[in-house]
């Protein structure tokens, strides 16, 4: 019988089976940024270990960093503590930091595929649950909690039970206005915020295939918010021309990138291959999505009432109350009725360059609202000088926009970017979650031209009309 | 860590699914470099007013459920973020067990918790607990009406047990490796260590980097 693209990676990694049924896996790569790793560094001085592959391990500082010019200086002392932490225990037990001043430095997820650190048919993990980025290429790739990464850095593996597979199908193609933010948002609305846990996503179809990398990423990204650990693409020649392309120091080339595409073409899911779950979306009937509640799977069309607390699938008429209240909205509102007072554009879902094109598309030649404070945040550094090579940023600044320096920004707000108390946000990142990008704040998650055209409007839009004029 | 093997405590009930950590411990909280402290800090936004007195409003602040240990709570708790501090501030905060329904949707079986709290949870010693979701409706029923309900939760049978004078037992499942690893409190690093041969062999047979460094 044929195999999935998770079962040949899984089984290239198992070192060997466990007496309890799980199987111990190698780690190919290792990423670490400054929150989840400190403990997991302590651990090491408190039990005299050692990390066992330095040179298979990578940090950037992401979560905590300001984005304004005079990031270098972290004013929060326990941000800035934080920071040093890492910077001290990089050193100390030998592990390649890009740092805030580095070229390099960005978001984890990322920085990973841009210096060519992920590649199809590697296991990486990462002290963050959106490590499923990485699946795009063909990776298998998810999250850990900080026990795991102690346990990664001492013995460059990880126990883990097998997960279950889900095949999950975009058949046909979006309609203009629509992208793979769309897609995802979608599939967490079908499958709900637990619809995948325990399971692997593989993602494929023609609506797949004709993904750019960045857009690839996008998706993956989300899997999380599916309930999914990993989310994986099938690598291809757009997953090989993306890492034989630019400067991207860690991946193979030449005679090398030949020998290893030759092995990345054996990678994708054999035809008889089976999977314990599959489920065929339409995209050629998605519409822009907009989330109205408190996760990702409250999500409705864009030119759909925000529904009644006895109308959804998965919610409970207290859950969806409770969302409702929090966000500050009623059944049966259309959201293109609904203000927005901030507009956020990056994150490791959409701060890429596609995307901040995308944005720019829309915003070129106009103003944002007046009441609206627009933020334009590149998940890494690279994204930033190239939009900048681009000229994209001043399209943003001509619209009213602010223009940052990378990092994770108001996806979390553990930098002084965060919502104020009742502000509402329209935010290309991937979590709505209560307070998540401050306080009381109110997040809407929407693709990067969604987010755009909100930011001129003053109010969502469906962004299908705006292409018509 | 601590081992499991069995606990008898007060029950509390949070009427929410889809807790996600951000709510358990929020952000602000991450950035301590300690894997201490964090146990006041648990629910925080829910659990406080805007002038850090108790929010009474919030379930998990009644009176009845002070010194509560085991909490029952709606279907995919833990989801979101990876932080495993959300782990760390549940049991400093008191709680050895979080009790969360499995639930059917479109004829699939949806687990009470997410994957990576699930991990973490294990790994630091604090026991979750699946059940139907007719068995967690029936706890939340019985603690409602019983002040001070109580229970016990036996690892080594399976076994959770809510006390009274007709006491409900609820059978569980959970995995062997989980068991073994909570029953003996087991570190895991120096369990794998156990197999460096092997992590070794497999090194010399695998290349990880796929790649030359220039
Ligand atoms: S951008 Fe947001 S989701 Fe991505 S790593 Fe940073 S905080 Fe996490």
Redesign the pocket.
């Known amino acids: 019988m044929g195999k999935t693209l998770f079962q040949k990676i899984w089984e290239r990694h198992v070192v060997r089976e466990l007496s309890d049924g799980s199987s111990l896996l190698y780690i190919d790569r290792h990423l670490v ?1 400054e929150v989840t790793s400190p403990q997991a560094f302590e651990g090491l001085r408190l039990s005299g270990r050692n990390i066992r592959r330095p040179e298979l391990t990578f940090a950037t500082m ?2 905590n960093v300001p984005t304004t010019e005079d990031r270098m200086n972290i004013e929060d002392p326990v941000s800035r503590a934080q920071v040093e932490a890492l910077r001290r225990n990089c050193e100390e037990f030998g592990v390649t930091l890009f740092d805030l001043e580095d070229s390099r430095q960005g ?3 990322m920085i990973g595929p841009e210096l060519g650190l992920t590649l199809p048919g590697t296991t990486i993990v990462c002290g ?3 490590t499923s980025t990485h699946g795009a290429f063909g990776a298998l790739a998810f999250g850990i909690g900080t026990s795991e990464v102690e346990h990664v850095l001492v013995t460059q593996s990880l126990g883990q039970r097998k997960p279950l597979t889900y095949k999950v199908e975009f058949s046909g193609r979006p309609g203009p206005g629509v992208f793979s933010k769309d897609f995802a948002l979608k599939l967490i609305g079908t499958i709900g915020t637990a619809g995948g846990t325990g399971h692997v996503l593989e993602y494929g179809g023609e609506a797949i295939a004709a993904l750019s990398m960045e857009a690839r990423m996008s998706i993956c ?1 989300m899997s999380i918010e599916a309930g999914a650990r990993a989310g994986m693409i099938a690598p291809d020649d757009t997953t090989y021309a993306y890492i034989a392309s630019k400067d991207r120091p860690y991946a193979p080339a030449g005679e090398q990138l030949e020998k290893a595409i030759a092995f990345w073409k054996t990678l994708p899911s054999d035809d008889d291959a089976t999977f314990d779950r599959a489920l065929t979306i339409d995209a050629g009937r998605i519409a822009p999505q907009v989330t109205w509640g408190n996760n990702p799977g409250m999500v409705v069309d864009i030119d759909q009432p925000i529904p009644a607390p006895d109308q959804t699938a998965f919610y409970s008429r207290a859950d969806v109350e409770n969302a409702l209240a929090y966000m500050g909205l009623a059944p049966g509102t259309f959201l293109t009725d609904v203000t927005v007072d901030v507009v956020f554009i ?4 959409n ?1 890429r360059i596609e995307d901040l094109r995308l944005a720019a598309k829309v915003l070129k030649g106009r103003k944002k609202a007046d009441h609206v404070q627009l933020l334009v945040v590149p ?1 890494s550094q690279r994204v930033r000088e190239q939009a900048e090579a681009e000229g994209l940023h001043d399209i943003f600044r001509a619209a009213g926009g602010e223009w940052r320096y990378a ?3 108001m ?2 707000g ?1 930098n002084p970017d965060q919502l104020k108390p009742r502000q509402r946000c329209a935010s290309t ?3 709505n979650f209560e307070g998540r990008q401050g306080k009381g704040g109110r997040t809407h998650l929407v693709s990067p031209q969604m987010a755009a055209a909100a930011a001129v409007e003053g109010k969502f839009v469906d962004i299908r009309k705006w292409l018509d004029r | 860590m601590e081992a499991f093997s069995t606990h008898t405590g007060i029950v509390a009930t949070l009427n929410r699914s889809n807790v996600d950590t951000d709510q358990i411990i929020p952000k602000q909280f991450l950035k301590s470099i300690k894997r201490t402290g964090y146990g006041p800090n648990a629910f925080f936004d829910w659990r406080y007013t805007e002038d850090g007195s108790p929010d009474g409003d919030f379930e998990l602040n009644a009176p009845r459920f002070a010194g509560r240990s085991i909490l029952a709570v709606r279907n995919n708790f833990g989801c979101g ?1 990876s932080r495993e501090h959300a782990v760390w501030a549940l049991l400093q905060d008191g709680y050895r067990v979080i009790v969360a329904p499995w639930k059917e949707i479109n004829g699939e079986r949806v687990p009470g918790f997410a994957d990576i709290f699930r991990n973490n949870a294990t790994r630091n010693g604090l026991l979750t607990v699946e059940l139907s979701e007719k068995e967690v409706e029936h706890i939340f029923t019985e603690v409602t009406r019983n002040q001070g309900q109580t229970a016990t939760v036996d690892l080594p049978s399976q076994q959770m047990t809510l006390l009274g004078p007709d006491p409900v037992v609820f059978e569980f499942d959970i995995d062997k490796g989980s068991k073994e690893r909570l029953l003996e409190g087991l570190d895991d690093i120096a369990l794998t260590l156990r197999h460096e041969a092997d992590i070794t062999r497999f090194e010399s047979e695998h290349d990880p980097m796929m790649t030359v460094r220039r």
């Open positions: 940024h992401d979560h978001i984890v997820h963050d649950s959106h990204n990056g994150s490791c879902t701060g998940g990092g994770c920004s996806c979390l553990m990142s991937n979590r | 973020s």
